[in-house]
C-alpha cells in the first residue's frame, strides 16, 4: 500500500468516526429527552404499574401512527417470519419493564439502574458465541469504564439509600431478571437485522403492535383515571407523543447501525450515551444539581467512547 492509499484509508476511517460520532450525539440527544418526558409523566400522572403499562400501550400506538408517516416512504412487506421477532421483542420487553417497576419498588432506583444497565452483556456473550464477533481489549476496557461510570452517576443515591435486607435475595433476582430479560430483547433485535436487513420499519411496526395486543387487557381494565384531573389528561398525551417521536427515531438509528458494529462495542456505548446524555438535560431542563461524583462519571463515560473509538 503506497502513501496515497494510506492517506486514502485514514480519510476513511476519520470520516465514517465522524459520521458515527454525529448520529450518536443525536441518538443520545433523543435517548436524553425521552427519560426526561417519561419523569414528566411518572411525576404527574403514572402512580401504578397499572398506569405505566397504560403510558405503553398509548405510546406505541402513537408510535405506529408516526412509523407510517415517517421516511422511507415504501411498500412494507409484513412477510410472516417477521411476526415471531416482533413478538418475541414485545414479551421480552414487557417482562423487564415489569421486572424493573418491581425491583425499584423493593430496591435502591441508583443500584437498581447499575444492574439493569449491563444488560448489554447479553448481546455481547450472543455476539462471542452465535455471531463470531470476539471481544477485544479495548472493548472488555471500555466495559469496565461503564461500571465504574454508572456507579458514579448513581454514587450519591446509594450512599443515602438503605437496602430492604428483608427483601434484598428477591430484589436482586428482580435485578438480574430484568437485566437479562432486555438483554435478550436488544439480541432479538440485532438477530432480527442481520437476517432481515433494510426491514427495520416493519419490525418496528410489528413489535408496537405486540405491544398493544398484549397491554389491551389492562386498557380494558382500567376503570377509573388515576389522573389528578381530567384537564391535564391532554398533556399527558402530548407528552406521550413527544415520547414517541423520539423513540421512533432513535430506534431507527438503533436498527440501522446494529448490524454494522460489534455488540461489544455498539451496546454499551449506547448505554453510556443514553445515561450520560440524560445527566447532562436533567441539569439543563429540570435544573438538577450534578454531584462531583456523577462529572467525573461524565468524563469517565467519555473516556470509554474513546476508548472504542480508537479501537
Not at 79 to 84: Q, T
Amino acid at each position: 500500500m503506497n502513501a496515497q492509499e494510506d492517506i486514502s484509508a485514514w480519510e476513511a476511517v476519520v470520516e465514517r468516526t465522524l459520521d458515527m460520532i454525529f448520529v450518536m450525539f443525536f441518538f443520545s440527544i433523543c435517548r436524553g429527552m425521552i427519560s426526561i418526558l417519561i419523569k414528566i409523566n411518572q411525576s404527574r400522572y403514572l402512580f401504578r404499574l397499572k398506569d405505566s403499562f397504560i403510558f405503553l400501550f398509548v405510546s406505541s400506538l402513537f408510535q405506529i401512527v408516526f412509523l407510517f408517516l415517517m421516511p422511507p416512504y415504501k411498500k412494507l412487506d409484513f412477510r410472516p417470519e417477521l411476526l415471531v421477532y416482533g413478538f418475541a421483542f414485545a414479551v421480552f420487553y414487557l417482562g423487564a419493564f415489569a421486572l424493573l417497576i418491581k425491583a425499584i419498588s423493593i430496591g435502591k432506583t441508583g443500584l437498581t439502574n447499575i444492574i439493569y444497565s449491563f444488560n448489554f452483556f447479553v448481546p455481547v456473550i450472543a455476539g462471542v458465541f452465535f455471531w463470531d464477533e470476539g471481544i477485544s481489549l479495548f472493548q472488555v476496557f471500555s466495559m469496565l469504564l461503564f461500571g465504574v461510570s454508572m456507579f458514579l452517576f448513581n454514587f450519591t443515591e446509594i450512599r443515602q439509600g438503605r437496602e430492604n435486607r428483608e427483601g434484598i435475595l428477591k430484589w436482586m433476582v428482580l435485578c438480574i431478571a430484568a437485566s437479562v430479560t432486555i438483554g435478550v430483547a436488544g439480541t432479538v433485535s440485532k438477530q432480527y437485522a442481520m437476517d432481515f436487513e433494510g426491514l427495520y420499519k416493519e419490525y418496528l411496526i410489528l413489535y408496537n403492535f405486540f405491544v398493544l395486543v398484549i397491554t389491551l387487557p389492562v386498557m380494558f381494565s382500567y376503570k377509573r383515571s388515576s389522573f389528578a384531573e381530567p384537564k391535564g389528561n391532554g398533556k399527558f398525551f402530548l407528552i406521550t407523543a413527544a415520547i414517541a417521536l423520539l423513540q421512533n427515531t432513535t430506534n431507527i438509528i438503533f436498527m440501522f447501525y446494529v448490524n454494522r458494529y460489534a455488540a461489544a462495542s455498539f451496546f454499551p456505548i449506547l448505554n453510556l450515551l443514553s445515561i450520560m446524555s440524560t445527566v447532562i438535560l436533567s441539569a439543563v431542563i429540570l435544573k438538577e444539581k450534578n454531584t462531583l461524583p456523577a462529572k467525573i462519571g461524565i468524563l469517565t463515560s467519555l473516556l470509554a467512547i474513546v476508548v472504542v473509538a480508537l479501537e
